[in-house]
């Protein structure tokens, strides 16, 4: 339970009167980071305090939950402008500010301010979330504890055949009788690599070496450490639908908890990175033989169009064209807000790990 010391009323980012400001709340009372009561000189921001240490379901056994959080779009103003103490500028000035700094590639700023989660999540998963060099990682050791043998499952709806015009993606729906004997496969090996895992770990073989040959659908987890900058570079990459669904599942939780920690530079993220796009050199010309600037604005230039030779004339190959024709249907605005009702305790969710260890009591 928080015990609201603020000068305000929490509030929620989607209430039109909410504004990411200082608030000085008191420490949690009841968590791990129980500080007697303090009050904290530190920002917080009441819609990141409520889900703080709260965890939130992903997949069949995966979880995020955000353990802490320095900062929020107060401090990348701050860190821009290098001014001292927090100051009563309204919510519109630090919102242009973190625009401007988004849409100008100035990222220092953001890099003030930072995130930690615990999550878990299938290795293929991990393997690829890994690959983002730019976070502290801290994994479970499986050569120093027991794993739980949690493998994930993938549900009927996101068992697809492979895609025909894209090599790393899934297309067309594959048959009932396809995802059934997929599933008793599945549950086969899985029953086999378990069975090996634990009869190795009673016959008090290394953990290091008993737990080899489990399948990379088994569940490991981490602590992840990374700040808005490197986060915002993560999401852009793995919240889009050009990532795996599984890691985009991840991706979406972590930006709802972006949302809630930092509104503000949330919403830059969402309409100059992951919906606004770059535009080349062969793509502007293009789009300057159909539109005219002027200090009024823009008009349509009288008759104009493009077809698909004259695109290529302008210097844009077949892949460019279809991916310029892509990026003008502009895309639905996403909205990554969380889902309160997958929100856990850590007593439970550590309760459902434990009971997924093998007992070596046997
Ligand atoms: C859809 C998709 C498909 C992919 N397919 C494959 C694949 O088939 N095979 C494969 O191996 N990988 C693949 N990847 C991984 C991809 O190539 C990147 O390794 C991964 O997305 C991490 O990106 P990053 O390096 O920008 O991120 P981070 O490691 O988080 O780095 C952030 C930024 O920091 C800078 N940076 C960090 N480290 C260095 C460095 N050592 N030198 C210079 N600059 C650095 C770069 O500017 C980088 O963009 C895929 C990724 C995606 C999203």
New binding site residues.
Partial sequence: MLRQAGLRAARRPDDPEWEPRLYWTSARLDGPQNNDGMETKRPTVPAAEEILGGYFTALDHGFVSLVDYMGSDEDVERAARVSYGYGTRKVSATRGLVRYLRRHRHTTPSEMVEFKFHCAMPMFVAR?WI?????SVNEYSGRYSLMPLLFYMPEREHFALQSTSNN?GRDAAASDEVYREAVQRWERLRADASDGYTWMVGEDVAREVARIDLPLSTYTQWYWK?DLH?LL??LS??A?P???WEIQVFAEIIAGMVKRVAPLSYEAWIDYDLVGQPMSRGELAALSQLVEPSEDGIAARSGAGLNADQLKEAGLSGREVQELLAKLQLPPRPDFDLDLSKMRDAEEIARAMNEAVPSTSE
């Avoid at 690959?131 to 976070?135: D, L, M, Y």
């Fill in positions: 690829q690959r983002h060099r730019t976070a790393q990374i490197n570079h993560f990459l793995r889009d050009h990532a795996q």
